[in-house]
């Protein structure tokens, strides 16, 4: 009886299993599609004119955010990969939707206009503050004492002259 017993523990805990696993397996992807949504939300920009992302907009009630997000989560369930996502919005929203601007073209000055801008600020205070340190000194005029006797007589004479 007790190896009757064993088989049936056996069949009834492999049905539990198969009836149980597909419950625990959406889980699991309902879980790995969230944290993918979620991640994929802080690259694009919620679209109701708050300037945040998808992920950090304020409003309790969005409709661009709760409409984009669903559609990310369509897509993810789908199987696209973030690439062809991203191509999905920005065909849709434009490159306004992106977060961050794609790094080609004149977009590369957003990406490296603040390095260059500080690069050009720190070779001119080098420039300046090497300038300023090399000017020559203010000139001190030349002490009485330093005239010769002939000079000093004709000197005196001149001052004689424009003081008359």
Known sequence: MSRALLGIG???????????????????DA????VVVNQLATQYMCQCGCG???ASCTHGVCGPRDR????????????KTPAEI???????????????PPR???????????YAALLAGAVTILLLGAAWTRRPGPQRAASPS???PEQRRL???ELRKFDA
Do not use: C, F
């Open 10 to 28: 056996i069949v009834a805990l492999a049905g539990l299993t198969v009836v149980l696993a597909p419950a625990h397996a959406h889980a699991a």
């Open 31 to 34: 879980a790995a599609v969230k």
């Open 52 to 54: 945040l992302t998808l």
């Open 68 to 79: 984009t997000l669903a559609e990310i989560r369509r897509m993810v369930e789908g199987g």
């Open 86 to 100: 991203t191509a999905a919005l920005v065909a849709q929203y434009g490159e306004a939707v992106l977060a961050a």
């Open 104 to 114: 080609r073209g004149l977009n590369l000055l957003a990406w490296w206009g603040p």
């Open 146 to 148: 330093a005239l010769s």
């Open 155 to 157: 000197l005196d004479e």
